[in-house]
């Protein structure tokens, strides 16, 4: 089923109002999801995907994933906060993800940019 303009601009909307001082805030998707379930809209299956589509890419706008081999100390990972919120001049915060393939070193993905220093993207691109 294809999403109408109103599906589409009603997803806006909610997605807009569930936003708390620059990020996405749990209590508010709460209220948005209640008062959709008692106000249905004309195509609620629509606009709840569309609703989760753009909360998602938000959550991803805002965290850090930080994939890495052996162990990061919490330095390190405030260091990466900051340095990324600079950046992107938004707050984001990073969030540790153990990947036993990168061998040493880390990667960074934030939303759709990925930063790589591990020794298996070096390899990888050695090999190309």
Known sequence: MRASKQSQHLARQLFRLSIEDGRVSADRVAGVL???????????????RL?????????????????????VS??????????????????????????????????VRIGDDLYEASIAGQLASLSS
């Open 74 to 107: 919490a330095d390190i990972l405030r260091g990466i906060e900051a340095a990324f919120s600079r950046k992107y001049s938004r707050p984001i915060s990073a969030v540790p993800r153990p990947d036993s393939s990168l061998i040493a070193g880390l990667r």
């Open 34 to 48: 209640a008062y959709l379930e008692k106000n249905p809209p004309r195509q609620p299956l629509v606009v709840l």
């Open 51 to 71: 609703y989760h589509r753009l909360v998602g890419a938000e959550i991803a706008r805002s965290q850090a994933l930080v994939s890495h081999a052996g162990p």
